[in-house]
């Protein structure tokens, strides 16, 4: 079981940049696919980005390619999204996701593991 937990959420400007944390705890060891997802009222959870724990390659959104960056410190059990240039679209509650199956996967279903979501509210 793994449980993960998210912060570094808030309000922020039309064009600032935040950086959200998801830390990881349980049974951790291993390597492991990790991604970031977001729900916007009224809306479905949508991919934004994943990181494999082997080898840390990377896959996008197109939505968020050359805004957003997801990275990882395997040493701090820790995945990062850090989100530049935020538009009042961005709007939307952040969840972190990870999965024992170490692969760069689009679905919300193929990831077991969840974490509790944080909010980012970006106004223009």
């Known amino acids: 079981q793994v449980q993960l937990v998210e912060s570094g959420g808030g309000l922020v400007r039309t064009g600032d940049s935040l950086r959200l944390s998801c830390v990881a705890s349980?049974?951790?060891?291993?390597?492991?696919?990790a991604a970031w997802f977001r729900q916007a009222p009224g809306k479905g959870r949508s991919f934004l980005a994943a990181?494999?724990?082997?080898?840390?390659?990377?896959y996008y959104a197109t939505s968020v390619q050359g805004r957003f960056t997801i990275s990882r410190d395997n040493d701090k059990n820790t995945v990062y999204l850090q989100m530049n240039n935020l538009k009042a679209q961005d709007t939307a509650v952040y969840y972190c996701?990870?999965?024992?199956?170490?692969?760069?996967?689009?679905?919300?279903?193929?990831?077991?593991?969840w974490g509790q979501g944080d909010q980012v509210t970006v106004s223009s």
């Open positions: 996701a990870a999965d024992a199956f170490d692969s760069g996967r689009y679905a919300a279903a193929e990831y077991a593991y």
């Open positions: 349980g049974s951790t060891t291993g390597a492991y696919a």
């Open positions: 990181i494999r724990g082997s080898d840390s390659r990377t």
